[in-house]
């Protein structure tokens, strides 16, 4: 499902929307919010947040729990309304490029009871361009199946969801993502609880992503592989502490400002990337 | 049944079309946990229906089913409206709209009863039911409403699906979520309103949940369990008809109630995968391959120490290995003699070369588990030999040949007992 790498501009004067997307992605931020706040009832949960993420990169973002990290990703989807503040999507509102952008949310918030096979969860993935009151095709079908095999779970196309182990479902929210054939994709903890199987295939598959050009922002749990998997990280608390290339953001002052100093551990995975970078901390 | 008088006749379709209507929406009701909102609707009917008749005076279907559309219609905006705006929460909602509507219906309901000629009004029959009562008028209004419910469902299925199964999703795509759950919501008042007369509020809510509950049971589709509803809603309705038509004193909506959840229990007993008496007898199953495989182990290793792998074993000494009684080693036994894998004399069993091969099989998985976890897990030798008793059963030839090899074909386990060699031992099986 994955198309052919961008081309530059002025490959496609004969399509005028091809070459709009193009310049669109690769000049214009990814996401751009400024100044969102959002509550919930009284608490705040995001506070005063600015935030400029290029495209075509894999991005992480990471905090401790409760820090907003899976309400700043419904925030940009609109999900959740802030009280102050914008986001916007390649330059646009969120409701104007909504077919760019995939979804691919926790494994805990579905019911994985519910009576469906993997395969007819990846096509709803393309609900959205069904439009109303057409049922899924048999082209919708090889679609889905393309991606369930990107996703290396072609062979369980017709197997209830509930006989899937974690790993298994979580790569099938990801090929519905994959699906949408979106310039950007927002996952909320994609490594969660999967095993390692599953984390290497999804790893190859957000390598291939950034390789044709997409843009991948994700909610990360694990600090241990923020340096290996991502190009670019987000620190959240509730603020935004730190935003920009792993390199430069992901040192050991940022990452005890985020958690609040009372983790040494993560000041030994801090070291310990920074020791390996050529020319030391 | 040709016998079926003109009213049994509309009692008949006008229970069939609840039956299936219901089947069907209570599907999306029960998959998205709103099946108590479906009662609280029904409840909160009452006074739309009392409303209705006060109002126009008439006792025609149409206004009372127009109050009982309203009064629905509120209840769900109060629910709503309590969750968004105050602390309370959805099923406490829930339950205050319930009574509270259902409270001002009892009280309007009294109060037509005792007003002149309210008396025969006979609004009392929306509370439990009076399929009796039904016209020609009504049913046909119940057909109409039907339709629209089924030909809703079909045109939305698919939002309705993606809905139930995950709504934050389907918001990312743009489905505009929260007027589908309206659709939805106004669906349920619907089948509410149809099944007003033929069950009443009070019960309303069994033909949507039940049939619903009864036919995901028997398949892990939606558009199979859709149908299966509806055709258990429909076949409830249908015999609740004819069974309250054949013996008058019993009333059509709580028989019909009954048959369904007829259904329901059933399913939930015996339908294949997920019906108890399944998984009972799937249990009993293994249980009994457990304990064969015990016996052809527990003869290995007695042979095994005494240094002759099928030497007779006295029955005495297989009972105290495990501490089983004479009649259940017995048990035990029969059936490894029957296939051939053990021969018994007097009051001893052996292992004939069948045997040896199996138990001998068996025998390696639980050594090879040994290995792993000793190995492997770094667990001491003396932790491991419960494990080993319980995985021996579950590893499958596939997994046991990769153990194998993960370990580099170990000849012995931790205590220093040899690992049979299958191959080996056909060999010898073959020779006895």
Same mark, same amino acid.
């Given at each position: 499902?994955?198309?052919?790498?961008?081309?530059?501009?002025?490959?496609?004067?004969?399509?005028?929307?091809?070459?709009?997307?193009?310049?669109?992605?690769?000049?214009?931020?990814?996401?751009?919010?400024?100044?969102?706040?959002?509550?919930?009832?009284?608490?705040?949960?995001?506070?005063?947040?600015?935030?400029?993420?290029?495209?075509?990169?894999?991005?992480?973002?990471?905090?401790?729990?409760?820090?907003?990290?899976?309400?700043?990703?419904?925030?940009?989807?609109?999900?959740?309304?802030?009280?102050?503040?914008?986001?916007?999507?390649?330059?646009?509102?969120?409701?104007?490029?909504?077919?760019?952008?995939?979804?691919?949310?926790?494994?805990?918030?579905?019911?994985?009871?519910?009576?469906?096979?993997?395969?007819?969860?990846?096509?709803?993935?393309?609900?959205?361009?069904?439009?109303?009151?057409?049922?899924?095709?048999?082209?919708?079908?090889?679609?889905?199946?393309?991606?369930?095999?990107?996703?290396?779970?072609?062979?369980?196309?017709?197997?209830?969801?509930?006989?899937?182990?974690?790993?298994?479902?979580?790569?099938?929210?990801?090929?519905?993502?994959?699906?949408?054939?979106?310039?950007?994709?927002?996952?909320?903890?994609?490594?969660?609880?999967?095993?390692?199987?599953?984390?290497?295939?999804?790893?190859?598959?957000?390598?291939?992503?950034?390789?044709?050009?997409?843009?991948?922002?994700?909610?990360?749990?694990?600090?241990?592989?923020?340096?290996?998997?991502?190009?670019?990280?987000?620190?959240?608390?509730?603020?935004?502490?730190?935003?920009?290339?792993?390199?430069?953001?992901?040192?050991?002052?940022?990452?005890?400002?985020?958690?609040?100093?009372?983790?040494?551990?993560?000041?030994?995975?801090?070291?310990?990337?920074?020791?390996?970078?050529?020319?030391?901390? | 049944?040709?016998?079926?008088?003109? =009213?049994?006749?509309?009692?008949?379709?006008?229970?069939?079309?609840?039956?299936?209507?219901?089947?069907?929406?209570?599907?999306?009701?029960?998959?998205?946990?709103?099946?108590?909102?479906?009662?609280?609707?029904?409840?909160?009917?009452?006074?739309?229906?009392?409303?209705?008749?006060?109002?126009?005076?008439?006792?025609?279907?149409?206004?009372?089913?127009?109050?009982?559309?309203?009064?629905?219609?509120?209840?769900?905006?109060?629910?709503?409206?309590?969750?968004?705006?105050?602390?309370?929460?959805?099923?406490?909602?829930?339950?205050?709209?319930?009574?509270?509507?259902?409270?001002?219906?009892?009280?309007?309901? =009294?109060?037509?009863?005792?007003?002149?000629?309210?008396?025969?009004?006979?609004?009392?029959?929306?509370?439990?039911?009076?399929?009796?009562?039904?016209?020609?008028?009504?049913?046909?209004?119940?057909?109409?409403?039907?339709?629209?419910?089924?030909?809703?469902?079909?045109?939305?299925?698919?939002?309705?699906?993606?809905?139930?199964?995950?709504?934050?999703?389907?918001?990312?795509?743009?489905?505009?979520?929260?007027?589908?759950?309206?659709?939805?919501?106004?669906?349920?008042? =619907?089948?509410?309103?149809?099944?007003?007369?033929?069950?009443?509020?009070?019960?309303?809510?069994?033909?949507?949940?039940?049939?619903?509950?009864?036919?995901?049971?028997?398949?892990?589709?939606?558009?199979?369990?859709?149908?299966?509803?509806? =055709?258990?809603?429909?076949?409830?309705?249908?015999?609740?008809?004819?069974?309250?038509?054949?013996?008058?004193?019993?009333?059509?909506?709580?028989?019909?109630?009954?048959?369904?959840?007829?259904?329901?229990?059933?399913?939930?007993?015996?339908?294949?995968?997920?019906?108890?008496?399944?998984?009972?007898?799937?249990?009993?199953?293994?249980?009994?391959?457990?304990? &064969?495989?015990?016996?052809?182990?527990?003869?290995?290793?007695?042979?095994?120490?005494?240094?002759?792998?099928?030497?007779?074993?006295?029955?005495?000494?297989?009972?105290?290995?495990?501490?089983?009684?004479?009649?259940?080693?017995?048990?035990?036994?029969?059936?490894?003699?029957?296939?051939?894998?053990?021969?018994?004399?007097?009051?001893?069993?052996?292992?004939?070369?069948?045997?040896?091969?199996?138990?001998?099989?068996?025998?390696?998985?639980?050594?090879?588990?040994?290995?792993?976890?000793?190995?492997?897990?770094?667990?001491?030798?003396? &932790?491991?030999?419960?494990?080993?008793?319980?995985?021996?059963?579950?590893?499958?030839?596939?997994?046991?040949?990769?153990?194998?090899?993960?370990?580099?074909?170990?000849?012995?386990?931790? &205590?220093?007992?040899?690992?049979?060699?299958?191959?080996?031992?056909?060999?010898?099986?073959?020779?006895?």
């Amino acid at each position: 499902m994955i198309s052919d790498p961008v081309p530059p501009p002025s490959a496609n004067e004969a399509d005028p929307e091809a070459s709009t997307v193009t310049a669109a992605e690769k000049v214009l931020p990814a996401i751009e919010v400024h100044d969102l706040t959002v509550a919930y009832r009284t608490s705040p949960v995001l506070w005063d947040v600015d935030l400029v993420l290029p495209p075509g990169k894999l991005i992480a973002i990471v905090g401790p729990n409760g820090a907003g990290k899976s309400t700043l990703l419904k925030a940009i989807l609109g999900l959740v309304k802030p009280i102050t503040g914008w986001v916007q999507v390649f330059g646009e509102s969120y409701e104007k490029r909504r077919s760019w952008v995939g979804y691919v949310p926790q494994r805990e918030s579905v019911d994985w009871d519910f009576p469906t096979s993997a395969l007819d969860v990846v096509t709803m993935g393309l609900y959205g361009r069904m439009g109303w009151l057409r049922r899924p095709s048999s082209r919708h079908r090889e679609v889905a199946e393309e991606c369930l095999d990107k996703v290396g779970m072609g062979e369980f196309a017709n197997r209830q969801i509930s006989q899937l182990s974690g790993g298994q479902q979580q790569r099938v929210f990801l090929a519905r993502a994959l699906a949408q054939d979106a310039r950007l994709y927002l996952m909320d903890e994609p490594f969660a609880g999967v095993d390692a199987t599953t984390e290497r295939a999804i790893l190859t598959l957000l390598q291939e992503l950034k390789d044709a050009g997409r843009t991948v922002v994700a909610v990360h749990h694990d600090l241990q592989t923020v340096a290996e998997y991502f190009d670019h990280v987000v620190l959240l608390n509730m603020r935004l502490v730190a935003a920009g290339p792993v390199a430069d953001t992901f040192t050991t002052d940022n990452l005890q400002r985020t958690y609040g100093g009372k983790l040494t551990l993560l000041t030994q995975t801090a070291e310990s990337f920074l020791a390996k970078r050529p020319g030391g901390a | 049944m040709d016998a079926l008088s003109f =009213t049994a006749r509309n009692v008949l379709l006008g229970a069939t079309l609840l039956g299936v209507s219901g089947g069907v929406l209570g599907c999306f009701a029960l998959l998205r946990r709103q099946s108590l909102l479906g009662d609280a609707l029904a409840h909160a009917a009452l006074p739309g229906v009392c409303l209705g008749f006060l109002l126009t005076g008439s006792k025609s279907p149409l206004p009372l089913f127009l109050g009982a559309l309203v009064a629905g219609v509120a209840g769900s905006l109060f629910i709503l409206a309590a969750v968004r705006w105050s602390r309370v929460k959805e099923d406490s909602a829930i339950g205050i709209v319930l009574s509270v509507f259902f409270g001002v219906g009892i009280v309007l309901l =009294t109060w037509v009863q005792r007003s002149p000629g309210g008396n025969q009004s006979g609004l009392d029959q929306f509370l439990f039911g009076q399929a009796a009562a039904l016209v020609t008028e009504d049913v046909i209004l119940m057909a109409v409403l039907s339709a629209l419910v089924l030909a809703t469902v079909a045109a939305f299925y698919k939002e309705f699906k993606l809905l139930a199964f995950d709504p934050e999703y389907a918001a990312s795509l743009g489905l505009p979520i929260r007027r589908i759950e309206i659709l939805l919501t106004l669906l349920l008042v =619907t089948v509410v309103v149809v099944g007003l007369q033929t069950v009443g509020v009070v019960l309303i809510v069994a033909t949507l949940v039940t049939p619903a509950a009864a036919a995901r049971q028997w398949t892990e589709r939606l558009g199979a369990m859709v149908l299966i509803s509806a =055709t258990i809603g429909a076949f409830a309705g249908a015999s609740g008809a004819l069974v309250s038509a054949s013996a008058p004193r019993l009333p059509t909506g709580p028989v019909i109630v009954l048959v369904a959840s007829a259904v329901l229990v059933a399913s939930l007993l015996f339908a294949p995968e997920r019906g108890l008496l399944w998984a009972a007898l799937a249990e009993r199953r293994v249980a009994r391959r457990i304990r &064969h495989e015990n016996l052809l182990k527990d003869l290995y290793r007695a042979g095994e120490s005494r240094g002759e792998p099928g030497a007779f074993i006295p029955v005495p000494e297989l009972m105290g290995m495990r501490g089983q009684s004479a009649p259940r080693l017995a048990a035990s036994a029969r059936p490894l003699v029957d296939k051939g894998l053990a021969e018994r004399r007097g009051d001893a069993l052996r292992l004939t070369g069948d045997g040896l091969v199996t138990a001998a099989g068996v025998v390696r998985k639980h050594r090879l588990w040994e290995v792993y976890l000793t190995r492997r897990l770094e667990l001491p030798s003396d &932790h491991v030999h419960r494990d080993a008793e319980a995985m021996e059963h579950a590893l499958d030839d596939v997994a046991v040949a990769e153990l194998d090899r993960l370990l580099g074909h170990p000849a012995v386990d931790p &205590h220093g007992q040899p690992i049979p060699r299958p191959e080996a031992l056909a060999v010898e099986g073959a020779r006895r």
